[in-house]
Structures are given as C-alpha cells and as structure tokens.
Antibody, heavy 122, light 107 residues
Framework: QVQLVESGGGVVQPGGSLRLSCSSS????????MHWVRQAPDKGPEWVAF????????FYADSVMGRFTISRDNSWSTLYLQMNSLRREDTALYYC???????????????WGQGILVTVSS | DVQMTQSPSTLSASVGDRATITCRAS??????LAWYQQKPGKAPRLLIY???ILERGVPPRFSGSGSGTEFTLTISSLQSDDFATYYC?????????FGQGTKVEIK
C-alpha cells in the first residue's frame, strides 16, 4: 500500500527540540523529493521544507530557517524533521508529503501522510 | 515570497450548482499551480496540477484554468462529497506557498 506515516510528535516547551519521522511504503522512496508541510489549527497549510531525492539539496521556509533540519535515509525509506528552538507559533499538525515530479525542485504534493501533532507550550 | 489570494473565502451552494473559485498570485507563476481539497480531520488531496491537469482518480467535474497571475477551479455540478475546503498552491519558486482557502458549504 502506498502510504506515508508520521511519528514523533508531542508536547514540548518553548525553546525545546523534537524530531519527527515519516516512514514510507509502497513506492520507490529514493526516487522522490519529499516535503514537510504544517497546518496550524484552523489555518491553511504552510510549506516547511523540501529535500531532493538524493538528499543533496534542501530548501526551507523563512519561518523555520536555521531552526529546523530536513533529512532522509533512503536505505530505510524514512524522512526526518529535526526541530530546534521551538516557538509557540510552531504548534501545528505536521504532514510529510511526496513531491509529484521526479525532479530536483519543489512541485505539487501528490501523496500525504495523516499528520502528527506538535504542541509547543509551557 | 509569492502571495496567493483566494476568493471567495466561503462559497454557499447547493448540490448540482456550478462552483467557481479564484486564486490570484502576487507575481506571474506561469502555470505552476495546484489545487487541493481538504475535509475536516483529513490531509489535503491533490486535485489538479500545472493549472489544468487532473490528478488520477479525480472526477472530471473538477477543472482548472488560468496562467500568469489568475487561476480558476471549477466544479461543474456540485456533489455532496465536494463540500470541503479548497486551497491553491504555487510552485514557481523554490518556496511553495498556499492560498488561505475557500470553504464550500451547503446553502
């Protein structure tokens, strides 16, 4: 079954860290660029980060640049998001998503996980 | 960043109606635009990419058009399953951005 499953969310204090994982199955993970997209309560989606299929290039939204790091392990078909210096405004449902084009840059998102909740609160 | 603005924010319509949602970009994005449908508690679902190409499995009552800065999503005859929130997303730059959403509700 083609799917993405996120894990690692939870409640963390402001200034804290958290690492999200996204396990994939049913497709050739190492052929696709991957994204993290988040959605705050009652808000629209916000793109967070992209990593090229081979991990050699990454792009970040300004709001997380320098605090979040996207990475991947193609041998384990898994995507990661290391989140440091977390702020209250980082509270959101975090989705991993597959890029819809076998290319090197962000495009449309054609496969999404179910999302994992991150709450930043004291 | 490229700003995406959708209108209307809410669209009230009945089953069988034609629904049209507009998305405007703050600069030309050529045809690098996607549309998504989202239902409560679910992840967004890709409907259309490259402004007008229907994703596999999406019913043909959905269609997209436009280029440059103005785009349209049309649902030719609303079905009960179509009441949801719709988002546009640009990918002309390395930094994708979404519109704020249009909620299609039952009149």
């Amino acid at each position: 079954q083609v799917q993405l499953v996120e894990s690692g969310g939870g409640v963390v204090q402001p200034g804290g860290s958290l690492r999200l994982s996204c396990s994939s199955s049913g497709f050739s993970f190492g052929s696709y660029g991957m994204h993290w997209v988040r959605q705050a309560p009652d808000k629209g989606p916000e793109w967070v980060a992209f990593i090229r299929f081979d991990g050699t290039a990454t792009f970040y939204a300004d709001s997380v640049m320098g605090r979040f790091t996207i990475s991947r392990d193609n041998s384990w078909s898994t995507l990661y998001l290391q989140m440091n210096s977390l702020r209250r405004e980082d509270t959101a449902l975090y989705y991993c998503a597959r890029d819809g084009v076998l290319g090197n840059f962000p495009n449309q998102f054609d496969l999404w996980g179910q999302g994992i909740l991150v709450t930043v609160s004291s | 960043d490229v700003q995406m603005t959708q209108s209307p924010s809410t669209l009230s319509a009945s089953v069988g109606d034609r629904a049209t949602i507009t998305c405007r970009a703050s600069q030309s994005i050529k045809r690098w635009l996607a549309w998504y449908q989202q239902k409560p508690g679910k992840a967004p679902r890709l409907l259309i990419y490259k402004a007008s190409i229907l994703e596999r499995g999406v019913p043909p009552r959905f269609s997209g058009s436009g280029s440059g800065t103005e785009f349209t999503l049309t649902i030719s005859s609303l079905q009960s399953d179509d009441f949801a929130t719709y988002y546009c997303q640009q990918y002309d730059t390395y930094f994708p951005t979404f519109g704020q959403g249009t909620k299609v509700e039952i009149k």
